[in-house]
């Protein structure tokens, strides 16, 4: 005798790659094979997730209250119910958490096709409320038959919610995703990404619904309306939109230090002449500007950057044999690389990039022995005995070495197969030889000054190369062990200073360790200044590190 078995099976291990399953089970009779009319199996499946994926239980509930679950959420924030034989609207809850059980969540969703993608997320409980005419969204699932969803007040739920949140949906590339239907996968891009900048809230009180949404990193409330009026609230305007203000006025306030010949203010530098003090600075702090321009193509902004542009030929001409720190400027730095290469990029004009090519390569003829390893070397030797407790080399020189790699991964990205990758991962074996090799010239201890804005250098290199990352992953643990409570990575220990948090940052993001450079970022964020600013612990403001606050939101808002 043979049984008719319906094949179901759900794993934490299975990652679903798409989200619309439909899978065909056959039934045997006295045959041995699938029916030609055997029925089909109907799934409805998503992704549960809220900044990050919600680790919980899932439940589903039909029009006619027969309810799935609780099923185990997986890793990804995945789950599935087959829905065979129960009629839609489906209507569904996650109860779990995100990072730890006390940032604990209760969302709901609801869709009314018999099969295919719900995913569960903190819009999706908005859009519950406002389909069902402004009712609690666990009241919704709790009653579904007094309290139906039809798809005309689901797909106007939707509109509304994307019309007021279009500019906050753009600037994360999540303008044509429907956070209900489109596949959705938790890994810091689009939809995911907005979930890390907003908080969306759902509360009812005295018999209305209202959606809160605040800014994930100062709290400041975005937009707060009743469900009810969800169709007539006027858009959010891009000076609310996360991140992205930020950035905007840390520029506007650079524009403000920038000095006529193209330089920008130091508390020791007052003339753009002068190349023997902070030359190294100058493409550093334009990178804030850039950032900016390529978030709005503001002409002030672009004009600031040729500004910048004229001065580094000026400097670059006029400092062929000047030394600083001991070794010789010779042309071209590796910020000034990542300058001209990302000029090129926003503004379509190869020239920038074309002149970052000729120039890094006669720098390499001309004063290292036509070697990138040439030119990490002679870095390296600049630190010697200075800023380590021990009379080596500076940790710090990792982090300098890391700035010609940006700029020869930069370099490469617009002209492949030129070799520039192959000099990226040169510098980058001096780095790791400076460290870890048999004449290791740098003392890795923590008690240096500089010690965590020296290895934020070289995580990134390992990070942006591939090599090392056994060693990257050790100096990563570091890293995320000095970070304070406040989200801050110190210069020495108990202090928190913008510079070594904005390299923590971008280090971070480059190892895809990506909530403790959230936090970093809310560190950031609060400590600018409503000028646009940033204070250091002397109590300075210096351009340089203002634009290295701004890379790092920059970085990780993109």
């Known amino acids: 005798m043979k049984t008719c078995k319906k094949l179901y099976h759900l794993s934490r291990a299975v990652v679903i790659i798409s989200m619309f399953v439909v899978v065909l089970v056959g039934c045997s009779g006295s045959g041995g094979g699938a029916g030609a009319g055997a029925p089909s199996s109907s799934f409805v499946s998503g992704v549960a997730a809220a900044g990050a994926p919600i680790i919980g239980n899932a439940y589903l509930k039909d029009s006619a209250n027969h309810v799935i679950g609780p099923v185990p959420i997986g890793a990804d924030g995945s789950f599935l119910f087959d829905v065979t034989g129960l009629t839609p609207p489906f209507y569904l809850r996650v109860d779990g958490y995100v990072g730890s059980p006390s940032n604990s969540y209760s969302l709901f969703s609801v869709t009314t096709s018999s099969s295919g993608i719900a995913n569960i997320n903190p819009l999706t409980n ?273 982090w300098d070495l890391n700035m010609p790699v940006r700029g020869l991964l930069a370099l490469n990205s617009f002209f492949p197969n030129q070799g520039f990758d192959s000099d990226a991962e040169a510098i980058t074996e001096v780095i790791f030889n400076s460290l870890y090799g048999p004449s290791a010239v740098v003392d890795p201890s923590t008690s240096q000054a500089d010690y965590y804005l020296g290895i934020t250098g070289a995580i990134e290199a390992f990070s942006a190369t591939g090599l090392h990352l056994d060693k990257r992953d050790a100096l990563l643990s570091v890293l995320l062990a000095s970070q304070l409570s406040n989200g801050s990575f110190p210069t020495v220990q108990d202090q928190n200073p913008v510079q070594t948090t904005a390299y923590a940052v971008m280090a971070l993001i480059k190892a895809n360790a990506v909530p403790a450079a959230k936090s970093g970022v809310v560190f950031l964020v609060k400590r600018q200044l409503p000028s646009g600013m940033w204070i250091e612990d002397d109590g300075n403001e210096y351009a340089e590190i203002d634009s290295e606050a701004i890379q790092a939101i920059y970085n990780f808002q993109k």
Request: overall charge negative; glycine content about 8%.
């Open 126 to 398: 908005a859009i519950v409320a406002a389909a069902a005419g402004g009712i609690d969204p666990a009241s919704v699932y709790g009653d579904p038959v007094a309290h139906p969803v039809t798809q005309a007040n689901l797909d106007k739920a939707i509109t509304d919610l994307q019309t007021i949140l279009e500019a906050i949906l753009t600037a994360n590339n999540a303008q044509n995703l429907n956070p209900i239907s489109s596949p959705f996968v938790a890994n810091n891009t689009q939809l995911d990404k907005v979930f890390d900048q907003i908080t969306v809230v759902v509360t009812t009180s005295g018999g209305t619904t209202t959606v809160t949404i605040t800014n994930s990193f100062t709290g400041a409330v975005i937009v707060q309306v009743a469900t009810e009026s969800l169709g007539t609230t006027p858009p959010v305007t891009d000076t609310t939109i996360p991140l992205v203000n930020n950035i905007i006025i840390g520029a506007n306030n650079l524009l403000l230090n920038q000095q006529a010949g193209g330089g920008y203010y130091w508390p020791s530098v007052t003339t753009d002449t002068d190349l023997t003090q902070h030359p190294n600075t100058i493409t550093v702090t334009a990178q804030g500007v850039e950032n900016a321009y390529i978030l709005n193509q503001s002409n002030t902004y672009l004009t600031s950057l040729l500004k910048t542009y004229n001065l580094l030929l000026s400097n670059s001409e006029a400092s062929v044999n000047t030394k600083v720190n001991g070794y010789t400027i010779a042309n071209i730095r590796g910020a000034d690389i990542y300058f001209l290469v990302n000029l090129s990029n926003t503004t379509g004009d190869q020239t920038y990039a074309n002149l970052a090519k000729t120039w890094y390569k006669t720098t390499l003829t001309n004063f290292y022995g036509g070697t990138a390893t040439g030119l990490a070397t002679a870095i390296l030797n600049s630190y010697a005995n200075t800023g380590s407790t021990s009379g080596t080399t500076s940790i710090l020189s990792a």
